[in-house]
């Protein structure tokens, strides 16, 4: 079957480093993908892992282990404006087309 | 490089009447989506097009929802009858796609209430 699990919210104090963890099972993965919403707006893309290992744009990470069916998210220095609402989505391959699947989301809550 | 374009941005309806989304993705974008986002959850995948054609809509309630893209560029999504359990906002996103995997860029969505 196809499932994605991920924490339904997590809290952290400004400065801090914070890792939000995904889960996933599925045939036919080509990657995982990060998309950040803020409350009323849209996602918007993060970060992406095709390969195994870690991916790193700015203060945000995002790493992959495909044997473990396993990623995360990982913010460094949290900023109150990182509040919001984190997805991880993963990725199928079919038939020359890209078919995504996102999670319910992790709220992540930033106190000063 | 202007973003996805959807209309309207709010939409209240009676149950059992009849809606319409539209969008625009992004100029060049082969791959365009349709997600229903409910409060408090992720987006779910209704439809997905590629240039014209359908590349999934194993989401789609297709006994009340439609959706088309014609030309390969805008698409608009249909719901007849509403029911109360529609109520959600609806996300059209696009991406490239025309050489391997690229993210996808959202609109702002329709948020729709069913009364």
């Known amino acids: 079957g196809q499932s994605l699990e991920q924490p339904s919210e997590v809290t952290a104090v400004e400065g801090a480093i914070v890792q939000i963890n995904c889960t996933y099972q599925?045939?036919?993965?080509?990657?995982l993908s990060w998309y950040q919403q803020h409350d009323g707006g849209a996602p918007t893309f993060l970060s992406y892992?095709?390969?195994?290992g870690l991916e790193e744009t700015g203060r945000f990470s995002s790493f992959l282990s495909r044997s473990d069916s396993y990623g995360y998210l990982l913010l460094q220095e949290l900023q109150m404006k990182d509040s919001a609402s984190y997805f991880c989505?993963?990725?199928?391959?079919?038939?020359?087309?890209?078919?995504?699947?996102f999670g319910r989301g992790t709220s992540l809550i930033v106190h000063p | 490089e202007a973003g996805v374009a959807q209309s309207p941005r709010y939409k209240i309806i009676e149950k059992r009447q009849s809606v319409a989304f539209w969008c625009n993705p992004i100029?060049?974008?082969?791959?365009l989506y349709w997600y229903q986002q409910i409060l408090g959850q992720g987006p779910k995948l209704l439809i997905q097009?590629?240039?014209?054609?359908?590349?999934?809509d194993s989401q789609l309630p297709k006994d009340r929802f439609s959706a088309e893209r014609l030309k390969g560029v805008d698409s608009t999504l249909k719901i007849q009858p509403a029911k109360l359990e529609d109520s959600a906002v609806y996300l059209c996103?696009?991406?490239?796609?025309?050489?391997?995997?690229?993210?996808?860029?959202f609109g702002d969505g329709t948020r729709l209430s069913i009364l």
């Open positions: 996103a696009s991406s490239l796609d025309r050489q391997g995997w690229q993210p996808q860029h």
């Open positions: 599925t045939s036919g993965f080509y990657g």
């Open positions: 989505a993963y990725t199928r391959a079919s038939g020359g087309s890209y078919i995504p699947t």
């Open positions: 097009f590629q240039n014209n054609g359908v590349v999934d």
């Open positions: 100029s060049g974008h082969a791959t």
């Open positions: 892992n095709a390969l195994d």
